[in-house]
C-alpha cells in the first residue's frame, strides 16, 4: 500500500469516527477527549454542515481541495444567492480552564489570503460564480457534551485584484 492510499485510509477512518459519533450522540466528554486532531475537525465540520443547513443554506461540497489549499466548506446561502466558503475552526475546552477560547481568531491574515487564493481557483473552476463570501464558524466543544457555535458572517473581504 502506498503512503497515499495509507493517507486516504487513515482519513476516511478519522472521518467516520467523527460522523458516527455525530449519529450516535456520543458526545461525552470523555469521548471527546479521546478524539485525534483530525477526528475533531471532521466532528466540528459536521457539525457546521448540520449548522448552515438548518439555517436554509445548501452545502455544495466539503473539503473543496485546489493547487491553494483547501477550504472547508462551500455553501450556498439560497436568500442572498451566495456562494459562501466556510472555514471552519474546532477547539475543545478543558474541565479546569476558566479562560474563554475564541477559535476564530485562528483565521489569521495569512490564512485569508490563502483563502482569497483558493476562492480565486473556485471561481475559475465554476465560472459563472456572481457573489462570494468567507465565513467562518468557530466551535467550541464544551464539558458536558455541550457545544458553542459562533457563526462570522462576512469574516473577511475579498480583492480579486491581488
Known sequence: MSTTDRQAERIGNS?????????????SPEFIETLTPKELGYLGEALACSYL???????VERQYRCREGEADIIAHD????????VEVKTRRASRSSA???YPEEAVDER???RYARIASCYVMEHYPVTSL???IIAI???????????????????????
Open 140 to 162: 467550541t466543544l464544551l464539558s458536558g457534551g455541550a457545544a458553542r457555535i459562533t457563526h462570522v458572517q462576512d469574516a473577511f473581504e475579498w480583492d480579486a485584484q491581488r
Open 15 to 27: 472521518r467516520r469516527v467523527a460522523e458516527e459519533a455525530l449519529k450516535s450522540g456520543d458526545d
Open 111 to 113: 490564512k485569508r489570503l
Open 99 to 101: 479562560i474563554d477560547i
Open 53 to 59: 443547513e438548518e439555517r436554509g443554506l445548501e452545502v
Open 78 to 85: 439560497l436568500d442572498s444567492d451566495e456562494i459562501v466558503l
Open 133 to 135: 463570501r468567507f465565513d
